[in-house]
């Protein structure tokens, strides 16, 4: 995956360069909460528009209904609402084309861009309409463009050619930099360059610095190699706890999946969270892991509690016990102290590092305790050993406690990453052309 060209490939100069970005970014109340993605996005926006590129950015923002295209069409969860009789298709679009313009805007975050990049960027209240076409006509060299929010057209995940052939428009190079989409297969990440409308497709700098770190070391690893995987379902990382037991030296579990495990090895887990039907599955990961000589680790000790904190943040009372007598009527929530100590002198030990996924539930400080002290353990290694964050919740949390400058590398991509640590080929960058 690392054998793709990139900006520095290619002349850029007077060229009409469309550039899909990941500019999904949390907003509140209109203002943007974190900036890492468009940060992440400055070095291939200023290295194109330094050498007299016309820019034309493209991006999605969240999950809005296709209140751009003739037709609205309505998600599986809508679809379900409407079936139940809860509401009618056309309630749901009313409120959509009510709602989505002012929440799901992308001129926000063209504003920030604007300001940024002194003045160089545009905004265009469409994606393939009239506005896009006349502020991309008038594009000098060295000016950019963003358009609005992709998704605004169903066409954009349903890879429809002509809209395809409508976002190319006049491009000439197609320069993918969103690597927290690259995992998606949508007519700006992938299928613009599959259905040969643009030839000249290259990488921006954001997805080779990404690949660079992370690629490489999941494929050449600096050992002893430690993984540490926590979150909630393991469900969700089937695929990564097998793909990294087969790479890694030691894996790590922690966080709501640590239950499921600990219940595969016969204990009791109260109320905690539980995939029952995963049980089987973490029963194999175990053996696994001892057939081929791994270390996998679970929590030996858990903080509990009677229910789940409510507000999320609010005051919550704790106790720990031993992994093997969590009580019926209680709920583990983090790692506790014996755990922290034995997962930090892990970190210690180690030559790489790759963390996804927090400890324990990190929104109520109570219960960020695991989660610290594996970011602590991180810190705490800087510069003498390669500490990777995959993006999501864990780079969220590391952000928070304020250990953001203290690793390694922190991704923009959370489900990108998690996929590149199952060894998934990811879509966006397959489909760019080769060195
Ligand atoms: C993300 O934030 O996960 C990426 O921007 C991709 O968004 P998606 O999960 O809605 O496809
Ligand atoms: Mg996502």
Partial sequence: MMNKKSVKDVDVKGKKVLVRCDFNVPMKDGAITDENRINGALPTIKYLLDNGAKVTLCSHMGKPHSIFSDEVKLNKKDKKKVEAGETTKEAII????????????????????????????????????????????????????LLENLRFHWEEEGKEEN????????????????????HRSHASTAAIVEYGIVKTAVCGFL???ELEVMAATLENPPRPFVAILGGAKVADKLNVISNLLDKCDTLIIGGGMAYTFLKAKGYEVGQSLLDEEKIQYCKDMMEKAAKAGKELLLPIDTVVTTHFPEPIDGAIETEIVPSDKIPADKMGMDIGEKTRKLYADKVKSAKAVIWNGPMGVFENPTLAKGTIAVAQALADVYGKCTTIIGGGDSAAAV?????????????????????????????????????
Avoid: M, W
Wanted: net charge neutral; glycine share 10%.
């Fill in 94 to 145: 009313e409120k959509a084309k009510k709602d989505e313009p002012k929440k799901l805007t992308l001129a926000p975050v063209a504003k920030r861009l604007n300001e940024l990049l002194g003045g160089k960027v545009a905004f265009a209240s469409d994606v393939v309409g009239a506005d896009a076409k006349a502020k991309r006509d008038a594009l000098k060299n060295g000016e950019a463009v």
């Fill in 163 to 182: 809209f395809c052939k409508a976002l190319a428009y006049d491009a000439e190079i197609f320069v993918n930099d969103a690597f927290g989409t690259a």
């Fill in 207 to 209: 997805i080779e610095k």
């Fill in 399 to 435: 952000q928070q406690l304020g250990f953001a400058d203290k690793v390694t590398h922190i991704s923009t991509g959370g489900g990108a990453s998690l996929e590149l640590f199952e060894g998934k080929v990811l879509p966006g960058i397959a489909c760019l052309n080769d060195k």
